[in-house]
C-alpha cells in the first residue's frame, strides 16, 4: 500500500522539544479502538484527558520501515497544520515506541452518530453544518498542500456536545508535491475517487498521478451519507461500489434533493478531477445555500456562518488517527496504568 513511499532514518525524525512526549508521564486507560498499524486509548498525560494512539512497529525489516515513514509523516504533518475542525495535536514520541497523543473527542465517530439516528435523518441545516466544519478542515490541509486521501464518517469525530466535527486521521496523507510517489491503493473503496483506479493501477504496487481533487469526491460521498444517512452504494461490497464508480460513472442518486445540493454533489464527483471545485468554493456553495433555508438565527449557531478559513500559525497543530471502530469490552475499564505497563500487556 505505501510501497515507493519515502523511508524516514531516525536522523530524520525531529520533532520540536514543545511537542515531544515524555513517556513517564503519560498513563494509559480503556482502548478506544484499533486500526491495522495502530491501538488507540482514552489516557492522561500531565493531569490532561487525551487520546493516546501506539503504533504496531511491524514484524518485517519492509514492515518497519513503512510503518516508520508513515509515523514520521504524520507527525510532521501535525506539526505543521492548526484549525478548529482538525484534532488538537498535543506531541509524539518515537521511543520507547511510537506514540502521538491528542485531545480526546468524547463524542464518537460521525459513523457511530449516523448510524444510531438511524432511520432517521439529520436536520438539513445541522447535516449542512457539518459538512462546513468538514469543507474548512478540508481547506486548510490543502491550503498547507496536504492530501488527506482517507476522508469518511469514521475519520470525522464529533465534540462532547456533539455539535461539531472535527477531522482526524493523517495515517494516509500526503504531500500533494509527492504524488507521483503515491499507490492507487489508499483510502477506503467506497470513498476513493475514480481517477485512483484503471485496469493498471488496480494491479498490486502500479503508481498513479493524482492531485488534491480526490478529496472533493470523497466528501461528496460524505455529504450525500449526511443528508440521507444511508450507507452510499448500499447493496454493493466495497470493491463493487469502486468498481461501479470507476468503470462505469455510477454515483449515488442525487434525485429527490434540492437543484442546489444537488448541484453540490454531482460538481463534486465530477468524473474529470480538473471539473470538480476546490474546497473554498464548495465552502461558498454550502454558505450560499444555508442562507437559502435558514430558520430563525437562533437556531443555528453563529459559529456555522463564520469562516475561519485562514491558514493559522502552527502554536497548536492539528490531527491525529483516533476510532476505527469502538472496543466496548475494554471501554468499560476503569482504571489507569502506566504507560509503560500498558506497552508490556499490548505488544
Known amino acids: 500500500m505505501e510501497s515507493g513511499c519515502r523511508i524516514y532514518s531516525d536522523d530524520e525524525f525531529r520533532l520540536d522539544s514543545k511537542w515531544l512526549i515524555d513517556p513517564q ?8 479502538g484499533e486500526g491495522a498499524h495502530a ?3 482514552e489516557g492522561k498525560y500531565k493531569n490532561q484527558t487525551v487520546a493516546i494512539k501506539i503504533v504496531h512497529k511491524g514484524e518485517t525489516p519492509e514492515d518497519i520501515a513503512k510503518i516508520e515513514a508513515r509515523f514520521a509523516r504524520e507527525v510532521a504533518m501535525l506539526s505543521r497544520v492548526q484549525h478548529k475542525n482538525l484534532v488538537k495535536f498535543i506531541g509524539a514520541c518515537k521511543e520507547p515506541v511510537m506514540v502521538i497523543v491528542t485531545e480526546l473527542l468524547s463524542g464518537g465517530t460521525l459513523r457511530k452518530y449516523l448510524v444510531n439516528m438511524r432511520p432517521r435523518c439529520l436536520e438539513t441545516h445541522v447535516a449542512i453544518g457539518f459538512a462546513l466544519d468538514i469543507a474548512r478542515a478540508m481547506e486548510c490541509l490543502h491550503s498547507h ?19 461539531t466535527v472535527k477531522l482526524a486521521d493523517f495515517g494516509l496523507a500526503r504531500e500533494e508535491s509527492l504524488t507521483e510517489m503515491m499507490t492507487a ?5 467506497r470513498w476513493m475517487a475514480p481517477e485512483l483506479y484503471s485496469t493498471v493501477t488496480l494491479r498490486q504496487g502500479e503508481k498513479k498521478h493524482y492531485n488534491h481533487k480526490v478529496d472533493a469526491y470523497s466528501f461528496a460521498i460524505v455529504l450525500w451519507e ?3 444517512n444511508k450507507l452510499p452504494f448500499e447493496g ?17 442518486s442525487a434525485d429527490n434533493l434540492p437543484e442546489e445540493l444537488a448541484i453540490i454533489l454531482t ?12 474546497f473554498s468554493q464548495i465552502i461558498q456553495m454550502l454558505l450560499n445555500y444555508l442562507y437559502t433555508i435558514a430558520p430563525p438565527e437562533s437556531a443555528i449557531p453563529s459559529r456555522i456562518f ?41 505488544y
Open 267 to 278: 460538481s463534486c464527483w465530477k468524473e474529470d478531477p480538473n471539473d470538480r471545485p476546490n
Open 39 to 41: 491501538k488507540v486509548y
Open 25 to 32: 508521564h503519560l498513563f494509559v486507560g480503556p482502548k478506544l
Open 145 to 163: 498542500g496536504i492530501i488527506h486521501r482517507d476522508l469518511k464518517p469514521e475519520n470525522l469525530l464529533l465534540t462532547a456536545d456533539q455539535k
Open 306 to 346: 463564520t469562516s475561519e478559513n485562514r491558514v493559522l500559525a502552527p502554536e497548536s497543530p492539528g490531527t491525529s488517527s483516533l476510532m476505527a471502530r469502538c472496543d466496548a469490552t475494554e471501554e468499560t475499564q476503569g482504571k489507569s496504568k502506566g504507560f509503560f505497563s500498558c506497552f508490556d500487556q499490548c
Open 226 to 228: 449526511l443528508l440521507h
Open 185 to 189: 491503493e489508499t483510502g477506503t473503496y
Open 236 to 252: 454493493m461490497s466495497n470493491l463493487q461500489a469502486a468498481y461501479a464508480a470507476a468503470f462505469k460513472n455510477v454515483r449515488p
